[in-house]
C-alpha cells in the first residue's frame, strides 16, 4: 500500500491514521471494541492493522446498531491491556489523523492508555483531522450531512459503503485526507492545519523531547 499524503504535507516521521469503535461516546467510561490505523511512512509506504478488543462490558445493542460488533464478535478477543503493547509501538514516534480525531478518538484513546497506566500525551504530536478542513467548506445548512460518508461524496466521488467499520473508515478517511489537500493547497503546512484545529503552535518534533510516555 501506498499513500500520496507525504508528496502533500511534509513528514517528519510517521504519520497513524485510525478510527475507534466503542460501546458509547464517553471516554474513560465507555470503552473500545474496534481500532483499525494505518501507518503511514515519510517514503509514503503504508502499515495497515485492525483489532477487535474485548471491552470487558456488554456492548449496549445501539452501538451494535451503529457498527455491527456485537458481544459474541469479541468474547474471545483480548482486551486493551492485553493489546496495550502492540498499539502503544503503533504511535509511538508518530503523528495522528482521522475524521473526528481530534475531538473524539484522540481523547478516548488517551483514557484507555490511562487505564492501564499509561500516559499518552498528544499534545507535542501533529494532528491530521480531515472533520475541520470538510467543515471548514461544507454547506452550513440543517439539510447538508456533514460527516465522513458526505466528505467522501464530496471529495472521492463515492458512496462511502463501510461506514462505521474501523478499517473502511480509515480507508476513505485516507482518500478523502488526500483528495482534500490537493484540492485546497492553502492547507498543506502543519502551520494552517494547526490553526485551523485552534491549537497553539506544535513543537518541531525534530529538535524537542517527545513526551507521549516511555516505551513499556
Not at 35 to 40: G, L
Not at 137 to 164: M, W
Request: aromatic share 10%; with cysteine.
Amino acid at each position: 500500500m501506498h499513500s500520496t499524503l507525504p508528496t502533500l504535507i511534509p513528514f517528519e516521521r510517521p504519520l497513524v491514521i485510525f478510527d475507534l469503535e466503542t460501546t458509547g461516546l464517553i471516554p474513560g467510561e465507555d470503552r473500545t471494541v474496534e481500532i483499525a490505523y494505518q501507518k503511514i511512512a515519510p517514503s509514503g509506504e503504508v502499515l495497515a492493522g485492525v483489532r477487535r478488543i474485548n471491552p470487558g462490558r456488554s456492548i449496549p445493542k445501539d452501538a451494535t446498531a451503529v457498527h455491527g460488533i456485537t458481544n459474541e464478535d469479541v468474547a474471545t478477543a483480548p482486551t486493551f491491556a492485553q493489546l496495550c503493547y502492540e498499539l502503544w509501538s503503533i504511535f509511538e514516534g508518530a503523528d495522528v489523523g482521522g475524521f473526528n480525531v481530534y475531538g473524539y478518538d484522540l481523547p478516548f484513546l488517551r483514557a484507555e492508555f490511562a487505564l492501564v497506566g499509561k500516559s499518552f500525551d498528544y499534545s507535542n504530536r501533529k494532528i491530521l483531522d480531515a472533520k475541520f478542513i470538510f467543515h471548514k467548506f461544507a454547506p452550513r445548512d440543517i439539510v447538508s450531512q456533514r460527516n465522513l460518508g458526505a466528505a467522501c461524496k464530496e471529495y472521492c466521488g463515492e458512496i462511502h459503503t463501510s461506514a462505521h467499520t474501523a478499517e473502511g473508515d480509515v480507508a476513505v478517511t485516507v482518500r478523502v485526507l488526500e483528495k482534500q489537500l490537493e484540492r485546497h493547497p492553502e492547507f498543506r503546512s502543519w502551520e494552517a492545519i494547526s490553526e485551523l484545529l485552534g491549537r497553539k503552535k506544535v513543537e518541531d518534533v525534530s529538535t524537542s523531547p517527545h513526551r507521549s510516555g516511555t516505551l513499556f
